[in-house]
């Protein structure tokens, strides 16, 4: 006979690991512009989200559905996805997030070139929050870039830029990230940091081993 603890464990973990799945149609909408296993899809545009940070994940999830993103006229991208987080269940949210959190995906290769040394010296400022090696930083709410497709990172420091996302007053994470894309002053600029960023060979799924300096935070 198992221990009462063990019991308790067997019924509060498999209630965890139930809550914790989200419906498998959803998970299918999903992979079919992310790829298999949320792993990115260029030719869709749509960037790696396996082994992203799950309350990132969550928090772009809901940017999406309250129009923070994906609802100016040029961002063509950013209107495709938003619907998909739009159709959502509430309750589903948080599990969706987690379920491509916990995916696995092989590295992105790189696609875009630059000047690393040029990358470095801008990237000294990014390192503040998101990390010395991308790794990012939850007390700080800022994601991890290492491991994310170098076509994707461009693009969304081409939409701060733009001011295409950030720029709404109640999506405070973005709008500090609005504030420190000004040092970036032109394209070659964007290129060259995410050329430094695609030197940290790390995946993503790292960042979820949270700094030891790193609080709860977000
Ligand atoms: C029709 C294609 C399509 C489908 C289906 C789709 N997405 Fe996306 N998704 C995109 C694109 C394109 C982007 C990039 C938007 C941009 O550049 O701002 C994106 C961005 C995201 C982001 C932001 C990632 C980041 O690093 O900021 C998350 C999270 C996300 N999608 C989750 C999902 C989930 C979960 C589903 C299933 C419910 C889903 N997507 C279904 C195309 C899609
Ligand atoms: C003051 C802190 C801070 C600094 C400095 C900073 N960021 Fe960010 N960054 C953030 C936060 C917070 C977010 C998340 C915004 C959100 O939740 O929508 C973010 C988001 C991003 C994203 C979007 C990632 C994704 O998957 O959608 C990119 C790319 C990025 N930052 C690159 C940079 C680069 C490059 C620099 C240096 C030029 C930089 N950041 C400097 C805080 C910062």
């Not at 198992?2 to 973990?13: E, G, Q, Y």
């Not at 032109?186 to 609080?215: H, K, M, R, W, Y």
């Amino acid at each position: 006979m198992l221990p009462a603890s063990a019991v308790l464990c067997l019924v509060t973990c498999s209630v965890a690991v139930f809550a914790a799945s989200p419906p498998a149609g959803v998970i299918a909408d999903c992979v079919l512009c992310h790829g298999t296993d949320g792993r990115g899809n260029e030719a869709v545009a749509a960037p790696r989200i396996a082994g992203m940070e799950p309350w990132y994940l969550e928090r772009q999830l809901v940017a999406f559905r309250r129009g923070w993103r994906g609802t100016h006229a040029a961002d063509d991208q950013g209107r495709e996805m938003r619907p998909m987080a739009v159709m959502l269940d509430a309750e589903h949210v948080g599990s969706v997030a987690a379920w491509f959190a916990a995916r696995e995906a092989p590295p992105p290769q790189p696609t875009l070139t630059g000047n690393v040394d040029r990358g470095r010296q801008h990237y000294s400022l990014c390192a503040q929050c998101h990390g010395v090696r991308g790794e990012g930083k939850q007390s700080l709410g800022a994601p991890a870039l290492a491991g994310q497709n170098d076509w994707y990172l461009a693009r969304q420091l081409h939409l701060y830029r733009s001011q295409y996302r950030g720029q709404v007053r109640e999506d405070s994470y973005g709008m500090q990230m609005l504030a420190m894309v000004g040092t970036l002053v032109d394209d070659q600029a964007v290129l060259d940091v995410v050329a430094f960023i695609n030197t940290f060979t790390e995946p993503c799924s790292l960042a979820v081993a949270a700094s030891p300096a790193d609080g709860p935070g977000s």
